[in-house]
């Protein structure tokens, strides 16, 4: 009974040994750059419109602050800087973003505005959704996204997150 019990603790202590922890992004590994590609969610399906690459610093005590790019494709090709925070907790990773940009009609006018998105990614994944408003002088948007992780580095191929 000696020896199996031994067995059991040797399988368990190989176990511990042989995890990885660097698989599972967590809190402790949010420093840095990281992307993820973003799709609209509309009627229930999926349309790969962009990625977000968003560079990370901590502040102290699960709080971060962020700033970056989306990379938006579709309907056409075009770059808004962002910045927000970051809050980690055990069931969730809030960031809160803020974009500026111009809008653009079929005419080449635009109406500047403002949007705010807030993602929810679980803390393990990074993996969620996202819920936004955009304000333009003449009209109120609102957005639903999900978020995949692709992690801190550019997909080899970085226009893979084009449709």
């Not at 202590?13 to 992307?35: M, R, T």
């Not at 709080?63 to 938006?72: E, N, V």
């Not at 006018?109 to 819920?131: A, K, Q, R």
Request: aromatic share 10%; proline share 2%.
């Amino acid at each position: 009974m000696k020896l199996i019990g031994c067995i059991v603790v040797g399988l368990g202590i190989v176990a511990l040994a042989s995890y990885d922890s660097s698989s599972a992004v967590g809190q402790e590994n949010l420093v840095g750059k990281h992307y993820w590609r973003f799709s609209e969610i509309d009627n229930s399906d999926e349309l790969t419109i962009g990625l977000l690459e968003l560079n990370i610093v901590e502040v102290g005590d699960g709080h971060f602050l962020c700033s970056g790019m989306f990379r938006i494709s579709a309907p056409f090709l075009i770059e808004f800087s962002t910045f927000g925070n970051v809050v980690c907790t055990e069931t969730e990773t809030r960031i809160t973003l803020s974009v500026q940009g111009k809008r653009f009609d079929d005419h080449g006018n635009y109406t500047v505005g403002i949007d705010m998105d807030t993602l929810t990614l679980d803390p393990d994944t990074l993996n969620g959704t996202s819920e936004g408003a955009g304000v333009y002088i003449d009209e109120v948007e609102l957005s639903e996204h999900a978020y995949t992780y692709l992690g801190n580095e550019l997909p080899v191929d970085s226009n893979s997150w084009h449709p």
